[in-house]
């Protein structure tokens, strides 16, 4: 089966800074990888997703780069403001499985006013 | 607009004691899943559904059961709950078919004592 690993675990930046966030999945079909932002005693909320024939999506702050050669997908933050602290999941679907995701292990990041 | 609703939000059971959480969805998705969520472990699948009285078993299955009567409700039972199932319960559910995520319940924190 699929399997995610994410890096780093935590992460710490300067308020203003820019926070990248790195996937890697092992399964060449995964065809679809979206992100989740999960603030303290919340659910995880969906902020971005990006589909195996894009290359790069952006939305406002944060965009998501794809590259399906290296199987890896990274999530990228600029201009970081204090909420954006929280833990962030990456997770790869393959097609073939009942549209279930596999989750890497999470990244807290601490965004310093 | 909570679409996602689990019925308790913190609970406190005895070891040994059976245990229901409650999962319902209002948006017609076929999927649900049911996770646990571990500091430093992710998330971590125990079962999921397909369809209406269908299951499947995900990652970490053992001691857990799930029923699924009616589209919209997944119920996650502890058979015996031990002091190792204490943790974050997560319900999601997403529709089948198409690229979607999932959207998640707001959490079951499970104590067993």
């Known amino acids: 089966g699929e399997n995610v690993e994410q890096h780093p675990s935590t992460l710490s930046v300067q308020e203003g800074d820019s926070a990248v966030i790195k996937c890697t999945y092992s399964d060449s079909a995964s065809n679809y990888f979206p992100w989740y932002k999960q603030e303290l005693g919340k659910r995880p909320q969906l902020i971005i997703d990006i589909r195996s024939n894009v290359g790069e999506k952006k939305d406002q702050r944060i965009a998501v780069t794809l590259n399906k050669t290296a199987k890896h997908f990274s999530l990228h933050i600029t201009e970081t403001q204090p909420e954006d602290s929280a833990v962030y999941f990456c997770?790869?679907?393959?097609?073939?499985?009942?549209?279930?995701?596999?989750f890497g292990s999470g990244t807290k990041l601490n965004v310093k006013p | 607009d909570v679409k996602v609703t689990q019925s308790s939000r913190y609970l406190v059971k005895r070891t040994g004691e059976k245990v229901f959480l409650e999962c319902v969805q209002d948006?017609?998705?076929?999927?649900m899943f049911w996770y646990r969520q571990d500091p430093g472990l992710g998330l971590r699948l125990i079962y999921f559904?397909?369809?209406?009285?269908?299951?499947e078993k995900g990652d970490i299955p053992e001691g857990y059961s799930v029923s699924r009567e009616k589209k919209e409700r997944f119920s996650l039972i502890l058979e015996s709950a031990s002091t190792n199932q204490t943790s974050m319960y997560l319900c999601?559910?997403?529709?089948?078919?198409?690229?979607?995520?999932?959207?998640f319940g707001s959490g079951t924190r499970l104590t067993v004592v």
């Open positions: 559904s397909y369809d209406v009285k269908m299951k």
């Open positions: 948006m017609d998705h076929e999927n």
């Open positions: 999601a559910s997403n529709p089948r078919g198409v690229d979607y995520g999932y959207t």
């Open positions: 997770a790869a679907r393959p097609p073939y499985n009942f549209n279930k995701f596999y």
